[in-house]
């Protein structure tokens, strides 16, 4: 059974729309992550949560806010998309004390129209 | 500041020949970081391969290893003998040293085809 669940798997949308990207994970961690991976780029990270507040952003725009309604859950709302948003956008879990690696989930391919 | 550079794809290679990805990093605010090879295999996640979290040591995994050289700090993935099923894009990564919840640095991915 996955174990970090990312829906949808792909996702298409037009510029200026708003999506939410959902990730929940069933590995009873207590930190969660996004990751972004644009075309012949490295991923890169965005948010780090832990016990569902939020630790660091190392994301430019407001338009990317995570929300985090259970501990286990992190969603990445999008507002007014843009083609450059177009990626492959990756959750992961660690849990401190458990090994240092993170786990990630199967990725959200978004295309911006 | 912190990086990791990576073998630029895609590299073909036939079944049971040996491969080298090669991984430099770069850790500027990370004393002693930690270093990983993740690999993707096709509509699936990222699954970590093997680790390495001290200077000197080796990690293997699945026929591969890599050893964590901070003289000239690199990471490179080896594997004597390919498989076809080892086709799969592969990532080297920068962990902090602790467990928190820092984030990872990674290089871009280097797609991999074994042909039979």
């Not at chain 1, 829906?7 to 929940?24: F, H, R």
């Not at chain 1, 590995?27 to 490295?42: D, E, F, I, T, V």
């Not at chain 2, 890599?66 to 690199?74: G, R, V």
């Amino acid at each position: 059974d996955p174990k970090i669940i990312q829906k949808p798997k792909y996702l298409v949308a037009v510029t200026g729309s708003e999506k939410i990207l959902i990730c929940e994970q069933y590995l009873g961690h207590n930190a969660m992550y996004w990751y972004r991976q644009s075309a012949k780029k490295p991923l890169e990270f965005m948010f780090s949560y832990s016990y569902q507040k939020l630790m660091d952003n190392q994301t430019a725009s407001s338009r990317f806010q995570p929300q985090s309604s259970k501990k286990n859950h992190l969603d990445l709302q999008i507002t007014a998309l843009k083609p450059d948003d177009s990626a492959t956008y990756f959750c992961a879990s660690s849990h401190p004390g458990l090994g240092y690696e993170q786990y990630f989930g199967p990725g959200t391919r978004l295309t911006v129209l | 500041g912190d990086s990791v550079t990576q073998t630029e794809g895609p590299v073909t290679v036939s079944e049971s020949e040996s491969l080298i990805i090669n991984c430099t990093y770069s850790a500027t605010s990370i004393a002693y970081p930690n270093l990983f090879w993740y690999v993707r295999y096709p509509g699936e996640g990222l699954q970590l391969l093997l680790k390495v979290i001290t200077a000197g040591q080796k990690g293997s995994s699945r026929g591969f290893e890599a050893t964590y050289n901070k003289e000239t700090t690199s990471f490179h993935l080896q594997k004597a003998s390919v498989q076809e099923s080892d086709s799969a894009v592969y990532y080297c990564a920068l962990g902090p040293s602790n467990t928190g919840y820092q984030n990872f640095y990674f290089g871009k991915g280097t797609s991999l085809t074994v042909i039979p």
